[in-house]
Nanobody, 121 residues
Framework: QVQLAESGGGSAQPGGSLQLSCAAS????????FAWYRQVPGTQREWLAA???????NVADSEKGRFSISRANAKNTAYLQMKNLKPEDTAVYYC???????????????WGQGVQVTVSA
């Protein structure tokens, strides 16, 4: 089994910054893709960013310039750097990973449990 552990959430003031981490552990040959999503209660989960093991990284157009994604492949960990935070960034942030457990096998999809981010004055 594979577990994703998110950390780094909490409270921030408008204009502040936070960095979220997502550490994957368990039976892992490679994490093909890490992605970050967020969800406000009563709304659909929103894709924010993704980073592949090959180095490609993409951020949602709506958050370019404020959010960035990075990963440390040796640690099976991904990061979401958020700056210039706004109250509307308040949400539960989820890590998602496509994990290949063995070479040549299809990857499996995992979600973390989510971490709360609250932005308020």
């Amino acid at each position: 089994q594979v577990q994703l552990a998110e950390s780094g959430g909490g409270s921030a003031q408008p204009g502040g910054s936070l960095q979220l981490s997502c550490a994957a552990s368990g039976k892992i040959w490679t994490v093909v893709t890490f992605a970050w999503y967020r969800q406000v209660p009563g709304t659909q989960r929103e894709w924010l960013a993704a980073a592949s093991s090959g180095g490609a990284a993409n951020v949602a157009d709506s958050e370019k310039g404020r959010f960035s994604i990075s990963r440390a492949n040796a640690k099976n960990t991904a990061y979401l750097q958020m700056k210039n935070l706004k109250p509307e960034d308040t949400a539960v942030y989820y890590c998602n990973a496509d994990v290949r457990k063995h070479a040549g096998r299809p990857y499996e999809h995992y979600w973390g449990q989510g971490v709360q981010v609250t932005v308020s004055a």
